[in-house]
């Protein structure tokens, strides 16, 4: 069965930089597109990026352009984020997540994945 293990999340300081990591088995990698949601206290579940199955393109939500990037290694079959500049607002629980039918234009949308991880903690603090 598809397994998602995300690895990576901890405390850092503000301004400072964490790389998550989500190991996936299970599937044929290179057919799967693979995201990242993140979920804060009190807060519904919100698009982080995503890295689509075909091209393997990318798309990060806007507000988190600047600092967040993804990426992925097919041989390792991991999918990155890297995250700069944290502030104390990105302080949630990150979820990886994948699917072998979604679409481009849904890549946003956590109801088109049907594979989740089981998050990793991210805390941004002094």
């Known amino acids: 069965q598809v397994q998602l293990v995300e690895s990576g999340g901890g405390l850092v300081q503000p301004g400072g930089s964490l790389r998550l990591s989500c190991a996936a088995s299970?599937?044929?990698?290179?057919?799967?597109?693979m995201a990242w949601f993140r979920q804060a206290p009190g807060k519904e579940r919100e698009f982080v990026a995503a890295?689509?199955?075909?091209?393997?393109?990318?798309l990060v939500a806007d507000s988190l352009t600047s600092r967040f990037t993804i990426s992925k290694d097919n041989a390792k079959k991991t999918v990155i984020l890297q995250m700069n500049g944290l502030k104390p607002e990105d302080t949630a629980v990150y979820f990886c997540?994948?699917?072998?039918?979604?679409?481009?234009?849904?890549?946003?949308?956590?109801?088109?994945?049907?594979?989740w991880g089981q998050g990793t903690q991210v805390t941004v603090s002094s």
């Open positions: 997540a994948s699917s072998g039918t979604i679409i481009t234009s849904q890549l946003r949308s956590q109801a088109g994945y049907g594979f």
């Open positions: 299970g599937l044929t990698f290179t057919r799967y597109a």
């Open positions: 890295i689509s199955q075909r091209h393997g393109a990318t």
